[in-house]
C-alpha cells in the first residue's frame, strides 16, 4: 500500500490518508479482502502519529470502504461498492475538469472535446480486439 | 489525582531585564504528543528546563507527574527520558560504558531494548562518544533516553542541525513511545514539518508567552488560507478582523485567517471581492502568520 504523506498543503495528514487508501481500492491497487498494515506499522512508516492514522482507519470504516474483523485488523470490505463508484467518478471528474479548463484555454469548446474523446477512443481501442 | 503528566500554572522567568517567560499556564495530558513551537529564543528552552527543575519557578508551580521537580528530583527525573540539541554526553566514555553508566541510575532499564536500539542505530559500543558524529551521538542520546521506557519523553529540539535518517529515527521514537499505551512525549521543534506529522496538542510560544495552544486538529480547522480577487487592483489589502497576514498584489491578495473563513468572506463580498481559492493553511504557515510577523501588521479583534 503506497501512500505519501505531505505537510505542505494543509490537508490534514488523516485526511491524506483517507483519500489515498479510497483511491487505490477504487483504482484497484487495493483488492477487496485485502488487509492494511496494523495502525503502529503504517504510523511508523508514514511518519505520523499512531492517533492519525487510527483516525483515518475509523472514517475509512464508517465510510464503508474498510472493516475491521474481530481482533485480527483491518481489511478492505466486498461491499464497499456504492463508495468506490463515487470514489470512481470523483476522480474521472477531476481528470475532466482539467481537460475541459485546458482545452477552454486554447479555445476548443465541448462538443469539439466531445467529437475528439471519441475519436481518440476509437483511436485507442487495439486492432485485435474482436475477442 | 489528575491525568496530567505535566503542569505549569503562571511561570513568570526573567534574567535580568529580559522576560523569558511571561505567565505561562500548560498542562500536558496523559498519552499524547505535545508539540512545543517558538523561534529562536522564544522561550522553549526555559520552560522545559523548568520541567527537569533545572530551574526553580520564580512564580507560579510548576508539577510533574503531580510532583515538584526540584523538591523530588529523583521521582521526577528517574521517570523522564531526555534528548536535547546540545546533547552533552561524556565525551571520554566508550559507547558501552555510556550504557552502563546510565543504566546504574534506572531501575527500569531494559537491556534488550537497549542493545535492539544499539543495533538500530549501528552504534559501535567500543567507539568513544566524542569521536562519534553528529548524528550518531544524537542517537546514542536517543538511546539512553529511550531504554528505561520513560513515562515522559522529553526532546527540546532534538532534530536541530541533524540530517533527514537521523531525524527520522527521532520521529520513530516519538512515534513508538506513544503507540505504547499511556506513555507522553514532549517536544520542541521549529520544524513544523515534523511538528505536524506527530503532534496530538501544539503549543505556540511566542517572546515568553504562549500564542496559541490547542489541539492540532482544532488549530487546523480553526484556521484558513483564502485568495481573493478583487475587481480593481490595490495597493494594499482592506483591513479585515480575524485575518492575521496578508499576501499578494495587484488585484489578488492571500490571506490567512483564524477563527474560520466567514468573516473574511463576508467582508470579500462587501468589497466586491472574488474568493477564488481556498485552502487549510500548513501548520507553517500558521505558525509565520501568528508568530512571524510584526505585531503591528495584525489586525488584532
Redesign the interface.
Known amino acids: 500500500m503506497q501512500i505519501h504523506i505531505t505537510t505542505s498543503d494543509g490537508v490534514p495528514p488523516y485526511l491524506q490518508i483517507v483519500n489515498q487508501v479510497k483511491y487505490l481500492v477504487a483504482s484497484g491497487r487495493l483488492a477487496a479482502g485485502e488487509e492494511l498494515p496494523p495502525i503502529r506499522v503504517l504510523a511508523l512508516r508514514l511518519r505520523v502519529n499512531p492517533n492519525t492514522v487510527a483516525r483515518a482507519y475509523r472514517e475509512l470504516e464508517t465510510a464503508g470502504v474498510v472493516e475491521k474483523r474481530s481482533t485480527t485488523g483491518t481489511y478492505v470490505s466486498y461491499a464497499g461498492s456504492p463508495l468506490a463508484r463515487r470514489e470512481k467518478l470523483r476522480i474521472v471528474i477531476e481528470r475532466i475538469d482539467a481537460l475541459l479548463a485546458e482545452a477552454r484555454q486554447l479555445g476548443f469548446d465541448a462538443h469539439e472535446i466531445h467529437d475528439l474523446v471519441r475519436q481518440r477512443d476509437a483511436a485507442m481501442k487495439p486492432p485485435e480486439s474482436e475477442k | 489525582m489528575s491525568e496530567s503528566v505535566v503542569d505549569i500554572q503562571g511561570v513568570t522567568r526573567r534574567f535580568g531585564p529580559k522576560t523569558a517567560l511571561d505567565d505561562v499556564s500548560l498542562t500536558v495530558p496523559r498519552g499524547v504528543?505535545f508539540g512545543l513551537v517558538g523561534a529562536n529564543g522564544a522561550g522553549k528552552t526555559t520552560l522545559i528546563k523548568h520541567v527537569l527543575g533545572l530551574l526553580r519557578a520564580e512564580t507560579g508551580s510548576v508539577r510533574v507527574f503531580g510532583r515538584d521537580p526540584v523538591a523530588d528530583p529523583v521521582g521526577v527525573l528517574s521517570r523522564i527520558g531526555y534528548l536535547s540539541e546540545e546533547n552533552d554526553l561524556p565525551g571520554w566514555m566508550r559507547v558501552d560504558e555510556l550504557i552502563r553508566y546510565t543504566r546504574a541510575f534506572y531501575p527500569d532499564w531494559d537491556d534488550t531494548y537497549a542493545e535492539e536500539l544499539r543495533q538500530t542505530f549501528a552504534l559501535d559500543p567500543a567507539a568513544r562518544v566524542k569521536n562519534l558524529s553528529k548524528g550518531q551521538r544524537a542517537r546514542a542520546g536517543l538511546l539512553i533516553a529511550l531504554a528505561y521506557r520513560p513515562s515522559l519523553l522529553l526532546l527540546d529540539e532534538p532534530s536541530s542541525g541533524l540530517d533527514p535518517i537521523v531525524r527520522?529515527d527521532i520521529?520513530?521514537a516519538i512515534?513508538?513511545t506513544?503507540?505504547d499505551e499511556g506513555r507522553t512525549v514532549l517536544f520542541s521543534s521549529h520544524l513544523?514539518?515534523e511538528v505536524?506529522?506527530?503532534?496530538?496538542h501544539v503549543t505556540m510560544i511566542d517572546q515568553g508567552k504562549i500564542a496559541l495552544s490547542a489541539p492540532l486538529?482544532a488549530i487546523?480547522e480553526s484556521h484558513r488560507?483564502l485568495t481573493l480577487r478583487f475587481a480593481e487592483s490595490r495597493p494594499q489589502p482592506p483591513v479585515v478582523p480575524g485575518v492575521l497576514v496578508w499576501e499578494g498584489a495587484g488585484q489578488e491578495w492571500t490571506a490567512v485567517c483564524r477563527d474560520g473563513p466567514a468573516r473574511l468572506e463576508e467582508a470579500a463580498n462587501q468589497w466586491g471581492a472574488q474568493i477564488v481559492a481556498e485552502?487549510?493553511?500548513?501548520?507553517?504557515?500558521i505558525f509565520v502568520a501568528r508568530v512571524g510577523i510584526p505585531a503591528s501588521a495584525v489586525a488584532e479583534e
Do not use: G
Not at chain 2, 505536524?196 to 496530538?200: K, M, N, S, T
Not at chain 2, 485552502?279 to 504557515?285: A, I, W
Open positions: 504528543v527520522r520521529l520513530a512515534i513508538r506513544i503507540a513544523l514539518e505536524e506529522r506527530v503532534a496530538d486538529d487546523k488560507c485552502r487549510v493553511p500548513s501548520l507553517d504557515e
